[in-house]
């Protein structure tokens, strides 16, 4: 069982590689979605983030108020980094179990971890193959503020949290450019299915 991390900065267009993956049959294990499963209200970790962060972080419903704890630790990175001593365990102990689930249930399965954080949690983990989704941050921008609406500030701001593109390029075994059109994207994202399948 092949098992690939697909990491990219935000608006790099890795969602329409795991899409496209998905489309030809890899197994897509969602980081993003593994974070919000495991701070379900009730969850050892969404206990834990309130003693940590107060109880304002929780709303009424008895869901994390994502708003509220984004603004405690955007910016502070002693509060970012207790956070992801919470976080990042339990992802990595939730996001095993499915690769094991996925193995049990097709020994010959791609699975494909969509990971944003890549570099900053999971980088030395034993990755068949990393691959990397790039475009230039001049694209990202325009696509944030045309695609997602957001202003220019708030979108710099996000581009700027993350780790930057020198860092993520490095540890790429495959980089798949994203800055031109979605068929010359999906074009790249084809290549690399016929790539794993012949290994």
Known sequence: ???????????S????????????????????????????????VLRRISVAFGDDVVSADGSLDRAALGAKVFGDPALLTRLNGIVH?????????????????????????????LVEARVDDPWDL?????APASVRLRRLMELRGMDERAARDRIDAQ?????????????????????????????????IRER
């Open 89 to 117: 365990p339990a992802v990595r102990a939730e996001s095993q179990r499915r690769f094991d689930e996925a193995l049990t249930g097709d020994p010959d399965a791609v699975v494909v971890y969509d990971v944003p954080l």
């Open 163 to 195: 780790v930057s593109d020198e860092r993520r390029l490095a540890i790429a075994d495959v980089v798949i450019d994203t800055a031109g059109t979605m068929e010359e994207t999906l074009a790249r994202t084809d290549a690399l299915w016929h790539r």
């Open 13 to 44: 267009g890795k969602s329409t590689i795991a899409r496209r993956l998905a489309e030809h049959g890899a197994i897509i294990v969602d980081a993003d979605r593994i974070v919000r499963d495991v701070q379900t209200p009730g969850s050892d």
């Open 1 to 11: 069982m092949p098992l690939i991390a697909l990491t990219g900065g935000i608006a």
């Open 130 to 134: 990393i691959v990397v989704a790039h």
